[in-house]
């Protein structure tokens, strides 16, 4: 296959792709004699997953760690214990971004409190607001 077949199959650029090349999660690619690259069939399928693992909050390392457990046959425990870290720290962003939620509401419901003349008055947000709601 072709740059181009790739980039119309895949719907990422030719930066992108290259990207993917340099950090090792494509491999390494025959050349036409005029110097084009030819990727194998399989690169659509990996792209894919690449961006699937993307979507699910793998760092460009790890998904290359997951290509090469995928490559090298590796025990799926490994890649289970690969996912279980990642979902671990999933769940920690997930507590984090629920805090954030918290001390925002508290932030606009004390805007609104007392209604279109509370939201008239001036800005009260302060460092002392943030610590008597915790």
Do not use: W
Not at 41 to 69: C, S, Y
Not at 89 to 98: Q, T, V
Request: hydrophobic share 35%.
């Amino acid at each position: 296959m072709k740059t181009k077949d790739i980039t119309e199959k895949t719907g990422i650029d030719r930066e992108t792709l290259r990207f993917f090349e340099s950090k090792g999660l494509l491999p390494k690619l025959n050349r036409t004699e005029s110097g084009f690259r030819v990727y194998p069939n399989n690169t659509v399928d990996r792209i894919n997953f690449i961006q699937m693992a993307k979507g699910a909050g793998f760092t460009l390392n790890e998904i290359k760690e997951l290509i090469d457990l995928q490559q090298s046959r590796g025990a799926c425990r490994i890649g289970r214990d690969i996912v279980r870290i990642k979902k671990s720290e999933i769940a920690e962003r997930i507590k984090s971004l629920k805090r954030m939620d918290r001390i925002l509401t508290r932030f606009i419901s004390a805007c609104e409190e007392n209604g279109a003349e509370g939201l008239k008055k001036p800005c009260h947000f302060s460092f002392d607001f943030y610590k008597e709601n915790q």
